[in-house]
T-cell receptor, first 118, second 115 residues
Framework: AQTVTQSQPEMSVQEAETVTLSCTYDTSESDYYLFWYKQPPSRQMILVIR??????QNATENRFSVNFQKAAKSFSLKISDSQLGDAAMYFC???????????????FGKGTHLIIQP | GAGVSQSPRYKVAKRGQDVALRCDPISGHVSLFWYQQALGQGPEFLTYFQNEAQLDKSGLPSDRFFAERPEGSVSTLKIQRTQQEDSAVYLC?????????????FGSGTRLTVV
């Protein structure tokens, strides 16, 4: 079974600064997808960014970028120019590219609480 | 609809009571997922539907949990004889197709408290 580990329960950053959230995962599969989700107090999980394991290039979405190290099984999220609206829980998630046998759902880490200091 | 809608938003149940949680996915989305999120934890996969077919229920914690999607749109998660350990947020998500690398669209969840 796959596991996702987020070792930082909480991170704090000054507004306009850059912060990096860590995520490692364990899998024996070679093809899979990785995601970062944001969960504000409204509880809705919002997709921030995704990465396909077979792609070498790191994904980027505006102020959000990832550092995907497949050999190290590491998938960190960098948030540049942090804004007050970025404050939320951030979850790293893994999904197999295969179907069935419990592989259909996302496997989430425990989350990192991001605090933005004004 | 424009997003995934879940109801009720909050539910308080007495231990032993049966509850039913509703998920209305985005119109036309083939895949539908249920997750359970305990306090301070990440969501955990419960079950997956492709249209009306329940293709994966490996995450359901016990036979007290039952999910259905009879017409391939709205889904209901039913918990019988609720226990305190069932207290959690139940999240529903849908996606247009599966497999695929697209992330899913989540609803805002139902917070279930069993007293």
């Amino acid at each position: 079974a796959q596991t996702v580990t987020q070792s930082q329960p909480e991170m704090s950053v000054q507004e306009a600064e850059t912060v990096t959230l860590s995520c490692t995962y364990d899998t024996s599969e070679s093809d899979y997808y990785l995601f970062w989700y944001k969960q504000p107090p409204s509880r809705q999980m919002i997709l921030v960014i995704r990465q396909e394991a077979y792609k070498q290039q790191n994904a980027t979405e505006n102020r959000f970028s990832v550092n995907f190290q497949k050999a190290a099984k590491s998938f960190s999220l960098k948030i540049s120019d942090s804004q007050l609206g970025d404050a939320a829980m951030y979850f790293c998630a893994y999904r197999s590219a295969m179907a069935g046998g419990g592989a259909d759902g996302l496997t989430f880490g425990k989350g990192t609480h991001l605090i933005i200091q004004p | 609809g424009a997003g995934v809608s879940q109801s009720p938003r909050y539910k308080v149940a007495k231990r032993g009571q049966d509850v039913a949680l509703r998920c209305d996915p985005i119109s036309g989305h083939v895949s539908l997922f249920w997750y359970q999120q305990a306090l301070g934890q990440g969501p955990e996969f419960l079950t997956y539907f492709q249209n009306e077919a329940q293709l994966d229920k490996s995450g359901l914690p016990s036979d007290r949990f039952f999910a259905e999607r009879p017409e391939g749109s709205v889904s209901t998660l039913k918990i019988q004889r609720t226990q305190q350990e069932d207290s959690a947020v139940y999240l529903c998500a849908s996606s247009l197709v599966w497999p695929g690398g697209d992330g899913y669209t989540f609803g805002s969840g139902t917070r279930l408290t069993v007293v």
